[in-house]
Every structure is written in structure tokens, then in C-alpha cells.
């Protein structure tokens, strides 16, 4: 074809490279899924979701059209029709799911049938998943439209006898629409919401009263839940829970924080390590009772049999766990695995971990967005891909040795794994909670084998023996065990230097480490080693991302300013959810300042103003800190001498600081705000472009003047209890 000689040398190296790869190429199919998926929550529309299928299905006829034989333009051709299948799975299991969305918040009173209860006995809550029966009315009476699922949490002491899975309640609950994401990178409730078909959330009021019964056989899940909390005290019996139903409800805050800090979460997440437990537990019962007759055993394949009752054990946990994301991975994998043992075939591989991959895309693929799916499966491709290395099968694999270099060696490859697990999950965990443990290698070595051999056994015996009412001495013995769990997770989360916290991380610093770990992970060949570049190219980009200097909510009510002294808060009064998420995308571990305390901040109960000093200038910020009215010529004035002016009400016309304004209409057409005056980057959570739908339904309202109140020059709203007429006058002077 007259192509130059260097070309053609590169297309035979490329062809010698991928047959050396062969037996690795198939892996790259499940990868193809998730970039078309990711392809998807990227893209902002219809029209560039139509374009992007277009384009990869022309890339891949392209390929099957001049392949001739050779394996790299047919493994283009498959990855590009599998990005565009994975594109078009998304696309159509979003529009397949879509549901009515409550447009605004309200307070409503109507009757429903209870999906699910989860008990949240830390925070001393219940938490419902309701399907609304008929007609609902609001407050003044009027006939209101529901959507077909909500989620309400009650208080305990609100929640009736006999409250469970498939009654019929009626009661009074304040709804609004799933939130969107408070600030840029926090936790979208609003796009799990919409794939789960929750239309409206909310808190309830008493009375709650139960009108229906429940259904046979239901809520055996929270019956075990609440057996095993009755059975032990404080965050042992929620971590038990937790191993046995996946319900982590009883564990409290204080207690979740130091797993989490400690790298020992996983232990709460039902997942590999849970199932591989009840599949070897189940196998060995059964063939140990099978053994004891001889007939069988001269006559049936007992492996076989117990591999039926271990896939057997794997559906009912996953059922009995509530069927999560990590739960369907390790299952489907456990499958695969008792598969490969029945037909006599390696069991534990990456092709295993690709088939359960490309299962849970096709039938979830919106669990690609989720962390819980990216934890899961990277932390499994990190254990089986380090241990298929030839290096690593001789160093750790059998030796003629005695016990003790046996044991040290055995102890070597497990501090080995957990190391090359906590690389694997750290950029996961700093993308999703802006945060990485860095002694979670060591602190697994004592909880894993303590969890897996300890706990989980002595929990099974108790159960059991609880049917004879022999089980208390058992469950003495998992208090203790838990107990000494928890004294590690919180000797670790305690240690100086045990998180390191970090900012919203850029989406491409993510992309690229990501491509850099799975180019390392499933080649086997030098080549590999390529995949060190866009790791630490990416690892640089998230390092050297600056924090925020500025964050405002989506309200308008919360900011969040980087002082000198470091991220402080607009409002003395905020949630523990709002503080923790302005302090976690602020980069911030511990608890944030309050502005008003800081010596550059001046303030009154009503405004705030504080100078930051970025880019070689100062910049001057005003805040309102209440809704009670502000005089209207003051406010003015302030805002003149203001680079930016952040209010949760509309501000007046005549309101132009120098170089940002964001009240009450502006926020409703960005959302949640995150400012780096260092680099004037601006980052907001809605955008005119993004069409996905569970943004569509929270589209920013159009741009209105503010509305004023007639009877003088204040801005609409409460008046003070004092009826102050100079809120701003208690300040300093601006």
C-alpha cells in the first residue's frame, strides 16, 4: 500500500505483541463495557450520545473491514462495538427505569406499602422504602401526586408495632426531591435515586399507623438483623449484623469512621471475602457428613455435590444480604469458580473476575459509577493479577520448608497483597470519599484472618445454637472478638499520618489511573510497564490539584471560605452532613473553623465579610448568614467593595461586585459551587449542556429579578424578633 517501512515494522511489532497476549485479550471486554458506560455519564446529551455510537460503530466496521487476518485491527473492531453496546445499555436502562419525580418539596399525608425496612439503630432511625397507595393529599388538604417510590426515615420511637416488610402504613412525611450533589464531587443521591426509582425522600411524623399485615415469609432479613443487635452491645452487634445481613444501621458514626480510616470498611461491605467464607463452610459440612457414608463416597463425585450446596449457599447469602453490587459480583464469581471445579479447570483467574464483570455491566451497568463496583472489582484484579506473576507464584507458592519459614512466608504474601490492595483502592477511595487510609496493608493482616477463621465462624455456631437456647456462651465469645477488632480499627485510625485527605480529584487524573492500573494489571508481557506513565501522570495531576477556596451549597445556606488559619464555615449552626461534606471536598481531615471567629472575617448575625488573598491579590468576600432581611442601600454598598456576593436569597439589582454574584436565581441554575481564585476555575455541579435525567428533572429555573417588599427598602423575608434596622452595623464597618 506504499506505506513507509517504519509504519509497517510498528503494525508487525504490534501483531507480534498481541499473539504474545493472546490468552489476555478477552479481558479487555469487559473494560470496552465500562468505557462505553463511563462514555455516557460523560457525554452531555442525546445528540453526543448518538454521536459517540455512530463513531464507535464505524470504528469497529471499520476494523472488521481491513483486518485481514490481523489481531489488532480485529481487536479494535470488538472494543469499539463493545463500547457502543455498553453506551447503548446505559443509555437504555436509564430511560427503562424512569419514574415520576417530585418537582418540589412538600408535606404530604397518604398510604403506602412498605418495600423495605432498615433499621438505623446508631442514629436511631428507621429507614422506609414506601410504594404510595392512592390518593395523597398536602397540608391544606388538596390532592397531591406521588411518585410511585419514596424513602422516608423515621425516628425509632416513631415507628409502630408490627412495622415491616409488606404492610400498609399511612402517615404524614415531609418530602422533596432526591438532592443533587451539595457541592462539586459530593455524593449524587439524585442519580442513585433515579436508578433505584425513588422519586421523593423525606423524614416522617408521628402517628404512623400500621392499616395492613405483613407478608408471609418477609423481613427475615431485618428479623436476623435485630436478633444478632439483641445479642450483642454497641457497634459488635452492628458489625456482626453487618457480616451476616449486610445491615450496618447499628454501628455507630464514631466507630464507622475509625474502620474506614483504618482500611477495614471492607470487612462491613458483604462481599468476596464473606461469600468465599460461607461457600468453603458449606462445602466443608457437606463433604464431611457425605464422607461419613461409604456408599457415597465409593459411588458419587462428593466434590461435585458440595459444589451445588456451596453455589446453593452463595444465591441464599446474596438474597439474604440484600443482593448489593458487591454481594452479585462475589456471587456470580463464586459461581464461576465452583464451575471451573466441577469441569476440573483453574478456578480462581481474570477471566473468571472479566465473566462476572461483564455480567453485572449488562444487568446493572449503572453500578459502574459507583464505587462499590470499582472497590470490588479492582481490589480482585489486584489480588489475582499480583499472584499470576511468575515471580510472585515462585516466591510465594509451595516449598519443601518447616512450619516457622512456611508461616513467615505465608505472613509475607498476605502484608505483599495488602499493600498492592491499598495502591489499587487508593485512587478509588480518594476520587468517591476525598480520602485514602495508609496503614490499611498492616492493620488486614490481624483483621482479615481474625474476621474470616474468628468471628464468622463463632457467629455461625451462635446462630445455630440459638435454636436450642444454647448460644449465649458463643455470642460472649464474638463480643470479645469484635470487641478487639474495633480496638485495632481505632489503635490504626489513630495512628499520626493514618488518612490522607485530598480535594475533589480532576475526572481525567482519575481516567488516567485508572487506564495506567488495568494496562499494568492484564497484560503479561514487558509492555506493561507502559502503564506506569498515566498512573503517575495522573497521581501528579490529583497531588497537584489545589483546593478549593470557595464553596457554596446548592441553597446558597452553607459556605465553606479557605482562611489563613484554614476552611471555615459561613454559619455557626450546620449539620453533621453538611460539614462533613464541605470538609471532605475542602480536602479538609478533622473539623472546620467557623468563620466568624477568624481575625480576617468580620460579621454580624446577619452578614459575613472575610478577604482571601489568591493569585498575588486580595480577594473580598460577602455573605449573607440569615434570612432575616438586610437593609437594602447597605447591602449595596457592601457589594461594590466585594469581589464575590453569596446569598440564599435574591439580591438586589443594583448588587454588582466586581466579580461574582451567586444568590438565590444564580444557584438555581448552577447548583452547588466550588471557586479556585488561585486559577479561577469555577466548577458547578448543573450545566445548561448536561441532559441526563435525573438533572433534567432539577433544571435550572429561568434568571428573575429579585423581588422586593413593599413596605420598604428590604428585601423580602422574615423580619428580625428585635426589628433591628441596621443588621450590618454590628460589624465593623465595611
Known amino acids: 500500500m506504499g506505506l513507509p517501512r517504519w509504519v509497517a515494522r510498528t503494525g508487525r511489532a504490534i501483531e507480534r505483541w498481541l499473539e504474545a497476549e493472546r490468552d489476555q485479550l478477552v479481558l479487555w471486554l469487559p473494560v470496552m463495557l465500562g468505557v462505553g458506560i463511563a462514555a455516557w455519564f460523560a457525554l452531555p446529551d442525546p445528540v453526543a450520545w448518538r454521536a459517540a455510537v455512530l463513531v464507535l460503530v464505524a470504528i469497529g466496521c471499520g476494523g472488521l473491514a481491513t483486518g485481514r487476518g490481523g489481531r489488532a485491527a480485529r481487536a479494535i473492531a470488538i472494543g469499539a462495538l463493545a463500547a457502543a453496546i455498553g453506551l447503548g445499555l446505559i443509555w437504555a436502562r436509564a430511560d427503562r427505569v424512569a419514574a415520576p419525580v417530585l418537582d418540589r418539596p412538600t408535606v404530604a399525608k397518604f398510604a403506602a406499602r412498605v418495600e423495605t425496612v432498615e433499621p438505623l439503630a446508631a442514629r436511631a432511625l428507621v429507614r422506609l422504602t414506601l410504594a404510595p397507595l392512592g390518593p395523597a393529599t398536602d397540608s391544606r388538604g388538596l390532592p397531591l401526586a406521588l411518585p410511585p417510590r419514596v424513602r422516608v426515615n423515621l425516628a425509632e420511637d416513631d415507628a409502630p408495632k408490627g412495622l415491616g416488610q409488606g404492610v400498609v402504613v399511612t402517615l404524614r412525611a415531609r418530602l422533596m426531591p432526591p438532592p443533587l450533589p451539595a457541592v462539586p464531587g459530593a455524593y449524587d443521591f439524585a442519580r442513585v435515586a433515579w436508578f433505584a426509582g425513588i422519586g421523593a425522600t423525606g423524614r416522617g411524623f408521628a402517628p404512623v399507623v400500621v392499616t395492613g399485615h405483613v407478608d408471609s415469609g418477609s423481613g427475615l432479613r431485618g428479623r436476623l438483623s435485630k436478633h444478632i443487635t439483641d445479642s450483642l452491645d454497641g457497634s459488635a452487634g452492628g458489625i456482626a449484623a453487618a457480616l451476616a445481613t449486610g445491615d450496618v444501621g447499628a454501628i455507630s458514626e464514631e466507630d464507622s469512621e475509625a474502620m474506614r480510616r483504618a482500611g477495614l470498611a471492607h470487612l462491613l461491605s458483604v462481599s468476596g471475602l464473606h461469600i468465599t467464607a460461607a461457600v468453603a463452610a458449606t462445602m466443608l459440612i457437606v463433604m464431611r457428613l457425605l464422607a461419613l457414608s461409604p456408599w457415597l463416597a465409593l459411588r458419587v463425585r462428593l466434590p461435585l455435590i458440595a459444589a451445588v450446596a456451596g453455589a446453593a449457599a452463595a444465591i441464599g447469602y446474596t438474597l439474604l444480604t440484600g443482593s448489593q453490587v458487591p454481594t452479585i459480583r462475589s456471587c456470580v464469581a463464586a459461581l464461576l469458580v465452583l464451575t471451573a471445579l466441577a469441569m476440573g479447570r483453574e478456578a480462581v483467574t481474570l477471566r473468571a473476575l472479566a465473566a462476572g ?7 446493572l451497568p449503572e453500578a459502574l459509577a459507583g464505587p462499590s463496583f470499582q472497590l470490588s472489582f479492582a481490589a480482585i484484579a489486584a489480588i489475582v493479577a499480583l499472584h499470576e506473576h511468575p515471580r ?4 510465594f507458592g509451595p516449598h519443601e520448608e518447616g512450619r516457622g519459614r512456611r508461616l513467615l512466608r505465608e505472613l509475607g504474601s498476605l502484608l505483599l497483597t495488602g499493600i498492592v490492595v491499598e495502591a489499587a483502592l487508593m485512587p478509588i477511595a480518594v476520587y468517591h470519599f476525598h480520602r485514602a487510609g495508609l496503614y490499611g496493608a498492616v492493620a488486614n493482616i490481624v483483621a482479615i484472618p481474625l474476621t474470616t477463621f474468628v468471628v464468622m465462624p463463632l457467629e455461625a455456631l451462635a446462630l445455630v445454637f440459638d435454636a436450642v437456647g444454647l448460644g449465649a456462651p458463643l455470642w460472649w465469645l464474638v463480643q470479645h472478638t469484635l470487641d478487639l477488632l474495633l480496638w485495632i480499627a481505632h489503635l490504626v485510625a489513630a495512628a499520626p499520618g493514618a488518612v490522607r485527605s485530598l480535594p475533589a480529584m480532576p475526572d481525567g487524573a482519575y481516567a488516567a489511573m485508572v487506564g495506567g492500573g488495568l494496562w499494568i494489571a492484564l497484560w503479561r508481557t514487558r509492555w506493561r510497564r507502559l502503564g506506569v506513565v498515566p498512573l503517575l501522570f495522573g497521581a501528579s495531576w490529583a497531588l497537584a490539584t489545589p483546593a478549593p477556596d470557595l464553596l457554596v451549597t446548592g441553597d446558597g445556606r452553607h ?10 464555615l459561613l454559619r455557626d449552626r450546620a ?7 464541605l470538609a471532605e471536598n475542602g480536602g479538609l481531615i478533622g473539623e472546620p473553623l467557623l468563620l466568624a471567629d477568624q481575625p480576617d472575617a468580620r460579621c454580624s448575625r446577619d452578614l459575613c465579610l472575610t478577604d482571601i488573598v489568591a493569585r498575588g491579590r486580595r480577594w473580598r468576600i460577602l455573605a449573607t448568614r440569615s434570612g432575616y432581611p438586610v437593609p437594602t442601600a447597605e447591602l449595596i454598598a457592601a457589594c461594590r467593595l466585594a469581589d464575590i456576593v453569596v446569598s440564599e436569597r435574591g439580591v438586589p439589582r443594583g448588587c454588582r461586585p466586581r466579580w461574582l454574584r451567586l444568590d ?11 471557586i479556585t481564585l488561585g486559577t479561577g476555575r469555577v466548577v458547578t455541579v448543573l450545566s445548561p449542556e448536561d441532559a441526563h435525567p435525573w438533572r433534567a428533572v432539577a433544571a435550572p429555573v429561568p434568571f428573575r429579578n429579585s423581588r422586593r417588599s413593599r413596605d420598604s427598602g428590604r428585601f423580602a423575608g422574615p423580619r428580625h424578633p428585635d426589628e433591628r434596622q441596621d443588621p450590618v452595623s454590628q460589624a465593623p464597618r465595611l
Do not use: C, E, S
Not at 357 to 363: G, H, N, Q, S, T
Not at 575 to 581: F, K, L
Open 357 to 363: 464483570a461483564v455480567i453485572v455491566l449488562i444487568a
Open 392 to 395: 510472585i507464584k515462585a516466591l
Open 559 to 568: 459556605v465553606a471560605v479557605r482562611t489563613a488559619a484554614g476552611l471555615a
Open 575 to 581: 449539620g453533621d452532613y453538611v460539614r462533613n461534606t
Open 664 to 674: 438565590r436565581w444564580m444557584l438555581q441554575r448552577t447548583g452547588g459551587v466550588a
